[in-house]
Nanobody
Framework: VQLQASGGGSVQTGGSLRLSCAAS????????MGWYRQRPGNERELVAS???????QYADSVKGRFTVSRDRAKNTVYLEMNSLKPEDTAVYYC?????????????????WGQGTLVTVSS
């Protein structure tokens, strides 16, 4: 399973960006999809996640500004980011909990995308 993220870039404060992350490969289902970020000098943190039943949760710092969504047919998760602030500058990583067969066993395995850089200038 491979995750391909896209959509990062540079914007000014108050701008918007939309990130996408598509999964490809052989698997049965994708449970939770999410976005994490790693800001300079900080550890990776959860930004938003969405379950297979479309229940979303957000970090307090992005509530009301970011929206996570998923397209089950496309195995894709999106992150719509509005009212961006300089403190949103980070490398954003998508994350998926995938039900798949590995080594003759079925189970849920976590996969990460390659990271996409978001830079917000003041």
């Amino acid at each position: 399973v491979q995750l391909q993220a896209s959509g990062g870039g540079s914007v000014q404060t108050g701008g918007s960006l939309r990130l996408s992350c598509a999964a490809s490969g052989s698997f049965a289902n994708i449970n939770v999809m999410g976005w994490y970020r790693q800001r300079p000098g900080n550890e990776r943190e959860l930004v938003a996640s969405i379950t297979v039943t479309n229940i979303a949760q957000y970090a307090d710092s992005v509530k009301g500004r970011f929206t996570v969504s998923r397209d089950r047919a496309k195995n894709t998760v999106y992150l719509e980011m509005n009212s961006l602030k300089p403190e949103d500058t980070a490398v954003y990583y998508c994350n998926m909990d995938v039900l798949m067969e590995r080594g003759g066993r079925w189970g849920n395995f976590v996969h990460w995308g390659q990271g996409t850089l978001v830079t917000v200038s003041s």
